[in-house]
């Protein structure tokens, strides 16, 4: 599948998830500080408790960026290891104007964050 693909497949499966499940796997792969960084919240043990199914829900803002972070994570572990999408989020990235795709998203910088995603995944076969 061509990373632009993945780039609305991940649209699809993000928006069908639900909250808890969502939240759970960027929990699970990314860490709650990285997960709260993104979502733009200070307690990081909020992302733990929107990961649970009766938890609470992350706001309306919060979860786009979440859900941002999720087609992130599926674009870029469709083909790298977990360790390498992981730093993917939190280095200075250059189709970013050096900042981390985690700062850009907490930012609201969607499109942009997105296609540096796709843009990596499309090298990746280099």
């Not at 069908?16 to 500080?33: F, I």
């Not at 290891?81 to 700062?103: K, M, Q, T, Y």
Request: net charge neutral.
């Amino acid at each position: 599948m061509s990373a632009p693909h993945e780039a609305v497949a991940s649209h699809a499966q993000a928006s069908r998830l639900p909250t808890s499940e969502l939240t759970g796997q960027l929990v699970h792969n990314l860490g709650p500080t990285l997960v709260a960084l993104v979502a733009n919240v200070r307690d990081r043990k909020l992302p733990y408790k929107w990961s649970q199914t009766d938890g609470p829900r992350p706001r309306d803002a919060a979860l786009t960026r979440l859900q941002v972070a999720h087609r992130c994570w599926s674009i870029l572990s469709s083909t790298e290891s977990a360790d390498v999408a992981r730093a993917w989020f939190i280095g200075a990235n250059p189709h970013l104007e050096e900042d981390s795709p985690a700062i850009a998203i907490r930012d609201g910088r969607y499109r942009e964050v997105i296609t540096a995603a796709v843009a990596f995944a499309d090298r990746s076969g280099d």
